[in-house]
C-alpha cells in the first residue's frame, strides 16, 4: 500500500551524496513510491534555514542532512524537536567510526568530498578516455586502459563502462561479432583486465526486439533470430574461454552490480600480481 510523506534534504554542498542515500533507502521499503522530497543544496547560512524551515513546518516529515556547520546543525536540531520530526545526520555514524579509527577528528568544512584532487582529475581523465575507446575504436590504446569489457552486441558493455569510468576507471569495450572478428592487439594485451559479457539468449532477444522497436525497425532480422543469436552467444563464450578471460553474467543484474563485480575482478587481479612481485 502505497503511503505518501514528506522527506526533506539538506546539505551544506551538493547534496548528491545525500540523495543517493535516499534513494538506496527508499528502494528498500514496499509502496514508497509517493514520496514528496523537498531538496535543498547548499545550506550555508542561518538565514536559509530559517525559510527551509517555514517550508519544514508546513510540511511535517523525515528530515535527512550532512551540515558540518554546528550552529546551522544545532538550530535544524533543535527546531526539528519543537516540531516533533525525526532529524537524521546521514553520515555520522559513519564519521564517527573513522574518527575513533584514526584517532582525529573530522574536518568540518562544507563541500570537502567536492575538492578538486587527484582524484577528481583522475575520473575526468578515465572518462574522456572510455569515451574515445567505446565500441571498439582507437585500438591502438587499448593496452593503456585498466578494465576492457567485451560481448555480443547488447550485454550493457558502453553503460557498464560509463559507470566504470565515472569511478575511476580507464575502460574500453569491444564487441564481439560472429561474422568480424575483433583486432589481433585484443589478443595480446598486458596492462587491462579483459572480461566478457554474457547474458541469456532469451533475455538478450528481448532486448535487441526493443531497440530496434525503439528505432522503428522491423523487428525480423537475423538480429534477433533465436538460432542465430545462440550462436553468436556461444561463439563469445568460446573465445572468451580460449583467452581464459574472467566472465560476467549481466542477465539480472543492473548496471551498479555489474560494475561492482567487475571491480572486484579488477582488485583480485591487482592483489595476485602484487603478491607474485
Known amino acids: 500500500m502505497s503511503q505518501r510523506f514528506h522527506l526533506h534534504l539538506l546539505s551544506d554542498s551538493t547534496g548528491e551524496t545525500l540523495e543517493n542515500i535516499a534513494k538506496a533507502a527508499l528502494v528498500q521499503f514496499d509502496g514508497a513510491e509517493d514520496v514528496v522530497k523537498h531538496f535543498w543544496p547548499m545550506v550555508r547560512s542561518e538565514s536559509q534555514l530559517d525559510r527551509i524551515l517555514i517550508d519544514i513546518a508546513a510540511n511535517p516529515g523525515l528530515v535527512l542532512f550532512t551540515l558540518v556547520n554546528r550552529d546551522i546543525r544545532r538550530k535544524l536540531e533543535t527546531r526539528c524537536r519543537v516540531l516533533g520530526l525525526p532529524a537524521v545526520a546521514a553520515l555520522d555514524v559513519v564519521s564517527d567510526a573513522m574518527s575513533n579509527m584514526l584517532g582525529q577528528e573530522a574536518k568540518a568544512r562544507p563541500g570537502r568530498q567536492h575538492v578538486m584532487d587527484a582524484a577528481y582529475f583522475a575520473r575526468v581523465d578515465a572518462v574522456q578516455f572510455t569515451i574515445a575507446h567505446d565500441d571498439g575504436i ?5 593496452e593503456e586502459a585498466d578494465i576492457v569489457l567485451t560481448g555480443v552486441s547488447r550485454t550493457s558493455k558502453t553503460p557498464t563502462s560509463i559507470y566504470l569510468a565515472n569511478r575511476g576507471y580507464k575502460t574500453a ?3 564481439i561479432v560472429l561474422e568480424s572478428p575483433p583486432p589481433p592487439i585484443l589478443f595480446q594485451l598486458k596492462h587491462p583486465i579483459v572480461i566478457g559479457l554474457v547474458t541469456g539468449a532469451e533475455r538478450l532477444i528481448q532486448v535487441r526486439r526493443n531497440r530496434l522497436l525503439s528505432l522503428n525497425q522491423s523487428p525480423d532480422t537475423d538480429y534477433v533470430d533465436e538460432e542465430k543469436v545462440r550462436a553468436e552467444v556461444a561463439h563469445a563464450r568460446r573465445i572468451f574461454a580460449d583467452n581464459g578471460w ?3 553474467d549481466v542477465t539480472r543484474r543492473s548496471i551498479e552490480e555489474s560494475a561492482a563485480a567487475i ?6 587481479r591487482e592483489m595476485a600480481q602484487a603478491e607474485e612481485s
Open 263 to 268: 571491480i572486484n575482478l579488477f582488485n583480485a
Open 246 to 248: 574472467p566472465v560476467l
Open 173 to 175: 569495450n569491444i564487441p
Open 138 to 142: 582507437n585500438a591502438q590504446n587499448w
